[in-house]
């Protein structure tokens, strides 16, 4: 019973950081990236983070600048996400 608790307590949490990048995704402004990058690094959702830049860089037409932004936020993602791992 716990485990199907902690199941579905997972995937409420995952529904809602889906939902939230939904949500940024459709905002224009570069900051609002920013943030929404810096809040998964820090809940250490780093393969979602991840996934959020590289679809971002690969499916729209950027103007070099926000390329370099994303470039720069993928490296944070990446270098956290050693970081924090294992030895």
Known sequence: MRCRAE???RLAKLAG???LGLWVTSS???GS???FLAGLRARRLFQLA??????RLAGE???KRSRA????????VRAERAVHASP
């Open 61 to 63: 037409r950027l103007d």
């Open 33 to 35: 990236d920013e943030e």
């Open 17 to 19: 950081v889906l939902l």
């Open 7 to 9: 199941w579905d307590l």
């Open 69 to 76: 932004e994303l470039t720069v936020e993928l490296i944070r």
């Open 28 to 30: 224009p402004a570069q």
């Open 50 to 55: 991840e996934r959020f830049c590289t679809e």
